[in-house]
């Protein structure tokens, strides 16, 4: 096995081989951090690499699985977004404000994954304190799209998807208030799911929005991943419990006749967005293969129309509380196009944002009405397939103007509602570019997500994939 196939090895693959002693942790970790230092500087996944902690993780991985008490990622090379915070390792945050800033602790989920023996890489890369879903800041060069340089990788997670389809680790984290989750997973071509409000995360800074989750080229991947991040815990008061066992549920979803009787909804504009013609034949092409796994399908769409001003209100806010504590010195350091944003939020009143969270709540009733008929919603992930590199954000849509997060139309409702909701690959476009199906689920029904994606993958692989190679 060469040194590239050794790093496109999906995690469970590589769990399995340390087992029967046929690959190492240490050799694994080597293989990764080789392939980083030849292809990063081109595709600049990474903001800050940790060579000697990984090797340092992957030496008692190997002393683990000696001993026979491996914890569930014990030697699997993994990631960190440069959003979440990490004890003695740079969090510059995507922005010049932060970028020597070096944290005293690890957040819950952070220390999760080390103590499940997850060999840390490092920190990938984000915009500004993930205000948009394209990949610039003012630390550097953006992170590029690994299926064709010149095209964003999306945002905010966008080093963590760039990484996971360039091989540099099987697992990373990503973090989600608009779909920056989805985002770049829908346009690097891998897997990402948001899960519900709450179950990894549940800050009350993340703005009733936000959450963190698994991005990985695979559904059980990203299910085992799941198994170790999610739960309660009292420092993040928002938090819920992990409610099944996550990779069961992916394992049970390759089983046939997994998802037979199932009422599936297919919604090519959920009523409203704007979209690319070729993209929505792509997504919808894949949707109809839920008939082959026994699934009912038909068009149909919460009739609860767009919620981009609850989520854009929100966001505003979430944005600007740093804005009024910097003196223009600080500002100055500032990524412009979120100045823009942080400023709107700051004329804001208390009653815009009340009637906000007010409305937030009408919109979830609808969404939860809906779902009384349906048990799965499909989607296009993304309106188009990833935009020129340089710009913060598409200019128009189908002919119709857009805004900094406003044509993501179908990711950010269910950051409103906080329902789970998932990127399957789809597809490419003529021009070679990533396509993603959106799978939603019900309130909390996590689970349920993972099982319908790890049906559709089993039907349509796609974790072999790599960049460079054809796509037909």
Avoid at 241 to 248: E, F
Avoid at 328 to 334: F, G, M, V
Avoid at 423 to 452: N, S, Y
């Amino acid at each position: 096995m060469d040194q590239t196939d050794i790093c496109y090895l999906t995690a469970l693959e590589l769990r399995a081989l340390y087992v029967k002693r046929e690959l190492s942790p240490v050799e694994v970790t080597e293989a990764v951090l080789a392939r980083i230092e030849q292809e990063d500087d081109r595709i600049r996944a990474f903001v800050t690499l940790t060579p000697e902690l990984a090797r340092e993780h992957a030496r008692a991985a190997e002393l683990a699985y000696m001993s026979g008490t491996p914890g569930p990622l014990a030697g699997v090379p993994m990631s960190i977004k440069d959003l979440t915070l990490t004890k003695g390792i740079r969090t510059t945050r995507g922005s010049l404000l932060f970028q020597d800033d070096v944290p005293t602790e690890d957040p819950p989920l952070v220390e999760q994954m080390y103590a499940a023996g997850g060999v840390m890489l490092g920190k990938t890369s984000t915009p500004e304190a993930g205000w948009k879903g394209a990949s610039t800041n003012r630390l550097g060069p953006p992170t590029q799209n690994p299926w064709k340089i010149g095209r964003t990788p999306g945002g905010s997670s966008s080093g963590a998807a760039a990484a996971i389809a360039m091989g540099f680790g099987p697992i990373a984290e990503g973090s989600d208030g608009a779909g920056s989750i989805r985002i770049p997973s829908g346009f690097c071509g891998v897997y990402g799911i948001k899960p519900s409000f709450g179950r990894v995360g549940g800050r009350i800074s993340a703005g009733l929005l936000g959450g963190q989750g698994p991005i990985a080229r695979s559904v059980r991947d990203a299910a085992l991943m799941l198994d170790v991040i999610a739960g309660e815990d009292a420092r993040t008061p928002l938090s819920v419990a992990a409610d099944h066992n996550y990779l069961d549920a992916a394992e049970s979803g390759r089983r046939d006749g997994a998802l037979t009787g199932l009422r599936v909804a297919w919604s090519r504009d959920l009523g409203y967005a704007a979209v690319d013609e070729e993209v929505v034949a792509i997504a919808e092409a894949a949707a109809r293969r839920f008939l082959e796994l026994g699934c009912t399908v038909e068009e149909a769409h919460p009739d609860a129309g767009d919620p981009w001003e609850i989520e854009d209100v929100i966001w505003q806010a979430t944005q600007a509380v740093t804005y009024q504590d910097l003196d223009e010195e600080q500002r100055a350091l500032l990524d412009p196009g979120r100045v823009r944003v942080m400023q709107s939020g700051l004329a804001l009143t208390a009653a815009d944002l009340s009637r906000a969270v007010t409305r937030k709540g009408e919109y979830y009733e609808t969404v939860r009405k809906f779902f009384e008929r349906y048990d799965l919603l499909l989607t296009p992930t993304l309106p188009i397939p990833a935009f020129p590199v340089e710009q913060d954000f598409p200019p128009e849509i189908a002919g119709r103007p857009m805004s900094y997060l406003g044509w993501t139309a179908f990711t950010y409702p269910f950051n409103v509602t906080g329902n789970p909701a998932a990127t399957c690959p789809a597809g490419f476009t003529a021009d070679g570019l990533p396509v993603g199906l959106q799978i939603v689920g019900p309130w909390r029904a996590d689970a349920a997500v993972l099982r319908a994606s790890a049906a559709f993958e089993q039907i349509a692989p796609w974790s072999d994939r790599r960049p460079g190679e054809p796509t037909a």
